[in-house]
């Protein structure tokens, strides 16, 4: 599985970005997707995920309402797109891969494979 991650870079607070993630090696609408990031100096952190036909969506608190995930299976790829940023929201964005079903999909360990990661940047 070859993830790529891009259409990061420097927002406003207030506004809009959408990431992309361009899925190939495999089938993509087999795999479960979610978007994690890491701030300087902090962990990495669940953002959102979803299940392989893109019926269901999960999203952490601090992105819930400004933050939609979704997928096109057809084109083979993943989409982030977040409104009304903030500059808490800086961090590198790194889509990932998960196979199998767990119900602990926040957590990065039940991704195999990861994107390169896009950086966002949110001014004030």
């Known amino acids: 599985v070859q993830l790529q991650a891009f259409g990061g870079g420097l927002g406003q607070a207030g506004g809009s970005l959408r990431l992309s993630c361009a899925f190939s090696?495999?089938?993509?609408?087999?795999?479960?997707m979610g978007w994690f990031r890491q701030a300087p100096g902090k962990e990495r952190e669940f953002v959102a995920a979803?299940?392989?036909?893109?019926?269901?969506?999960y999203y952490a608190d601090p992105v819930k309402g400004r933050f939609t995930i979704s997928r096109d299976n057809a084109k083979n790829t993943l989409y982030l797109q977040m409104n009304s940023l903030k500059p808490e929201d800086t961090a590198v964005y790194y889509c990932?891969?998960?196979?199998?079903?767990?119900?602990?999909?926040?957590?990065?360990?039940?991704?195999?494979?990861w994107g390169q990661g896009t950086q966002v940047t949110v001014s004030s």
């Open positions: 090696g495999r089938t993509f609408s087999n795999y479960r």
């Open positions: 979803i299940n392989k036909s893109g019926a269901s969506t």
């Open positions: 990932a891969a998960s196979f199998y079903y767990y119900s602990d999909y926040d957590s990065p360990r039940r991704y195999s494979d």
